[in-house]
């Protein structure tokens, strides 16, 4: 079994792609840009959110210029789009929150107000994107599928055992929930595969990755304090960086997580941890 090029799913006109980066980055300035806060945090956001505008115009440059290779600006400069995307959806999310106390008086701060509307925030965005764009069930099969061929080929000490079939067995299902009218035939097959009742060791796959988070977390900790924040600031950026992925890989020139290393993923949660206590978590403190 191969990995299915996401192309053959859903094209790969590079134009449009970098198009959409502009586009969903300028939305995101244009939001920061209109909270009227001064202080020295938020200066250095509006600087980071205005940066994303440049980034993106460096790579409509190079995806535009035919002299030399795009990829090397593709790929150093994503991470640094997708975290700063990050801190910005948090503080949007922190404002609506802040605003939300205001306008009904409570003695409650507007991170205790924004926990609960970040996950129904990532579960509005993929359930729309299923009602209407009718692709959520189809990008979660397709990362399912080729993230069972890395399974495949991985030694986690004996904790990927059957780890290759029960991806396999979750994009069946999401290809079977999809409201797609035009089901690719590269994941159609899948509707139709029999279940394998595969049982991986899910917990201690789960107990490793919030060992790693920890780590993640342990180490903002040591630099900059504020152990309860930061945790809750990791959660925050955990959740969210599920959609902003899914809209910068699916209408964007991202590569797909399960094309890319998993360093990318670290990467990318430290830089967002790191540039939220340098702008808006101090606020909170």
């Not at 997708?82 to 507007?110: C, K, N, R, W």
Request: charged residues 15%.
């Amino acid at each position: 079994m191969e990995k299915i090029d996401p192309a053959t799913i859903f094209g790969s006109e590079r134009s449009d792609q970098v198009d959409f980066e502009i586009a969903f980055t300028a939305l995101v300035v244009t939001v920061v840009l209109s909270v009227p806060v001064n202080d020295f945090g938020y200066t250095l956001l509006k600087a980071l959110v205005i940066s994303l505008s440049g980034l993106t115009l460096l790579r409509k440059m190079a995806v535009s210029n035919q002299h030399a290779s795009a990829r090397p600006v593709l790929r150093w400069s994503m991470p640094f789009i997708e975290a700063i995307t990050l801190v910005a959806t948090v503080h949007i999310f922190l404002e609506a929150g802040a605003a939300l106390s205001d306008q009904f008086p409570m003695p409650i701060s507007p991170v205790l107000i924004a926990s609960p509307l970040i996950p129904v925030f990532v579960l509005g965005v993929f359930g729309f994107h299923e009602k209407v764009t009718k692709d959520a069930s189809l990008y979660i099969a397709l990362l399912s599928h080729n993230t069972s061929k890395r399974a495949e080929e991985a030694e986690i000490f004996g904790l990927a055992d059957g780890l290759d079939d029960w991806f396999l067995d979750q994009a069946g299902l999401f290809v079977t929930f999809s409201n797609s009218e035009n089901i690719p035939s590269e994941l159609a097959w899948l509707e139709h595969r029999v279940d394998s009742k595969a049982s991986p060791p899910l917990l201690k796959l789960f107990a490793v990755g919030a060992f790693g988070y920890a780590l993640i977390w342990l180490l903002i900790t040591w630099v900059f304090g504020s152990t309860a924040l930061n945790l809750i600031f990791l959660f925050f950026i955990f959740f969210i960086k599920y959609p902003i992925q899914f809209w910068y890989s699916r209408f964007g020139l991202a590569r797909f997580t399960s094309e890319r290393s998993g360093w990318v993923d670290v990467l990318i949660i430290i830089l967002g941890l790191l540039a939220t206590n340098l702008t808006i978590l101090t606020r909170y403190g």
